[in-house]
């Protein structure tokens, strides 16, 4: 028995690798949300409005630098906000802290995680540039500033340099914050997303075998643990027609029976045991309700005891015992009523153990729950 039960262990572990770690990987190549930065269009101190399209050239070149980096989302608003103008014009010792509350407020209506504000004055021929980066998580301004002498083909270069230092000081704040987040996380969360989207279950069920074989044997109980992952459970899954119904099952079966009394024959026992991977498909009714379909392969291990003279028992000299490993098809159909994360279900299997004289065929009416991580 025990070396069996070791078997039976090697075989879960590899159903473990050979399921849980490729939906692992896919998860790690789904990217993650990105970061939302709000660039404003930029307020024009200028005397005369002729330099008025800068307010938007300067932030929509912002935006096609910061785009480069693929890790933020970039929204451009056309109603600017000077910082300057804010910090001149008010009366209070606070001034900053009250313009770093009205932009947090602002970055809460939007979800902004950073926003991008400035001005610019352009006065004979010379363009003078003032942008801030606020850090809505740390609470805290950027400022950089640059003057052209120019506003011919130098004035570009001067652009693409505060471009520049935005962008070097987004994305350094941008990894401080990612950095922090990964020293708040639990050691265990690693583990909890290998394993979340995946149910863990046990079925009790009665078992009916048929032919031959239920001429010897009486009808048993059968127990079933079972590892069930919808492929819904994968983004880029979620709306593919067909494969958004899947589901991959791993089940593991036990029972063991008694030969009738017969007066002609020796008493026996029979115990099997069964591992099978399945593919099920889900009709969803509701989000509390389902129908499923599934159809699977894999081994069988069967053991049959007959007893000897003595009639103790398996504690008996045995007058036979043969254990043999043969394929096992699996065919089932079952609802399955859903309660937040516990699932409760009831249905009817039929199963084939491919003996090679007299296949072993048998149902199970069946019932279990299962929990949904």
Same mark, same amino acid.
């Given at each position: 028995?025990?070396?069996?039960?070791?078997?039976?262990?090697?075989?879960?572990?590899?159903?473990?690798?050979?399921?849980?770690?490729?939906?692992?990987?896919?998860?790690?190549?789904?990217?993650?949300?990105?970061?939302?930065?709000?660039?404003?269009?930029?307020? @024009?101190? #200028?005397? =005369? !409005?002729?330099?008025?399209?800068?307010?938007?050239? $300067?932030? /929509?070149?912002?935006?096609? %630098? &910061?785009?480069?980096?693929?890790?933020?989302?970039?929204?451009?608003?056309?109603?600017?906000?000077?910082?300057?103008?804010?910090? @001149?014009? #008010?009366? =209070? !010792?606070?001034?900053?802290?009250?313009?770093?509350? $009205?932009? /947090?407020?602002?970055?809460? %209506? &939007?979800?902004?995680?950073?926003?991008?504000?400035?001005?610019?004055?352009?006065?004979?021929?010379?363009?003078?540039?003032?942008?801030?980066?606020?850090?809505?998580?740390?609470?805290?301004?950027?400022?950089?500033?640059?003057?052209?002498?120019?506003?011919?083909? &130098?004035?570009?270069?001067?652009?693409?340099?505060?471009?520049?230092?935005?962008?070097?000081?987004?994305?350094?704040?941008?990894?401080?914050?990612?950095?922090?987040?990964?020293?708040?996380?639990?050691?265990?969360?690693?583990?909890?997303?290998?394993?979340?989207?995946?149910?863990?279950?046990?079925?009790?069920?009665?078992?009916?075998?048929?032919?031959?074989?239920?001429?010897?044997?009486?009808?048993?109980?059968?127990?079933?643990?079972?590892?069930?992952?919808?492929?819904?459970?994968?983004?880029?899954?979620?709306?593919?027609?067909?494969?958004?119904?899947?589901?991959?099952?791993?089940?593991?079966?036990?029972?063991?029976?008694?030969?009738?009394?017969?007066?002609?024959?020796?008493?026996?026992?029979?115990?099997?045991?069964?591992?099978?991977?399945?593919?099920?498909?889900?009709?969803?009714?509701?989000?509390?309700?389902?129908?499923?379909?599934?159809?699977?392969?894999?081994?069988?291990?069967?053991?049959?005891?007959?007893?000897?003279?003595?009639?103790?028992?398996?504690?008996?000299?045995?007058?036979?015992?043969?254990?043999?490993?043969?394929?096992?098809?699996?065919?089932?159909?079952?609802?399955?009523?859903?309660?937040?994360?516990?699932?409760?279900?009831?249905?009817?299997?039929?199963?084939?153990?491919?003996?090679?004289?007299?296949?072993?065929?048998?149902?199970?009416?069946?019932?279990?729950?299962?929990?949904?991580?």
């Amino acid at each position: 028995m025990i070396k069996r039960i070791s078997k039976i262990t090697a075989l879960c572990i590899i159903i473990y690798i050979n399921i849980i770690i490729p939906f692992y990987l896919k998860a790690e190549e789904i990217p993650k949300t990105k970061d939302k930065v709000v660039i404003y269009h930029l307020n @024009d101190n #200028s005397k =005369s !409005d002729q330099f008025r399209y800068y307010s938007y050239i $300067i932030p /929509t070149t912002l935006k096609f %630098e &910061l785009e480069k980096e693929k890790i933020f989302q970039i929204n451009l608003f056309p109603d600017p906000i000077d910082y300057q103008q804010f910090i @001149d014009s #008010s009366q =209070s !010792d606070d001034a900053e802290q009250n313009f770093i509350d $009205i932009l /947090t407020r602002k970055a809460e %209506e &939007l979800s902004a995680e950073y926003m991008i504000i400035g001005s610019y004055t352009a006065e004979k021929r010379k363009l003078s540039i003032n942008i801030q980066l606020f850090d809505v998580n740390a609470q805290e301004i950027f400022e950089t500033y640059s003057d052209s002498e120019d506003l011919g083909a &130098l004035l570009q270069d001067v652009i693409d340099n505060l471009s520049k230092d935005i962008k070097d000081e987004l994305l350094n704040s941008y990894n401080r914050k990612k950095d922090d987040e990964k020293d708040d996380l639990s050691p265990f969360l690693g583990f909890y997303n290998v394993i979340s989207g995946f149910t863990f279950g046990f079925n009790y069920g009665i078992v009916n075998i048929y032919g031959n074989w239920g001429d010897i044997y009486e009808n048993p109980k059968m127990i079933t643990g079972y590892i069930q992952y919808e492929l819904n459970n994968i983004d880029f899954l979620k709306e593919t027609p067909i494969l958004k119904n899947i589901a991959l099952s791993a089940n593991y079966d036990f029972f063991s029976s008694n030969s009738r009394d017969n007066e002609n024959t020796n008493h026996s026992f029979l115990s099997v045991t069964g591992i099978t991977i399945n593919m099920v498909y889900l009709c969803r009714f509701s989000s509390y309700f389902n129908l499923a379909f599934s159809a699977g392969w894999g081994q069988s291990e069967s053991e049959i005891y007959i007893e000897g003279e003595d009639g103790d028992g398996p504690y008996s000299t045995p007058l036979s015992e043969n254990t043999t490993k043969d394929n096992l098809l699996s065919f089932s159909v079952y609802t399955n009523i859903i309660i937040s994360h516990a699932h409760i279900m009831a249905g009817y299997a039929y199963k084939t153990i491919l003996y090679s004289d007299d296949p072993l065929k048998y149902s199970v009416f069946y019932f279990g729950m299962g929990y949904r991580i």
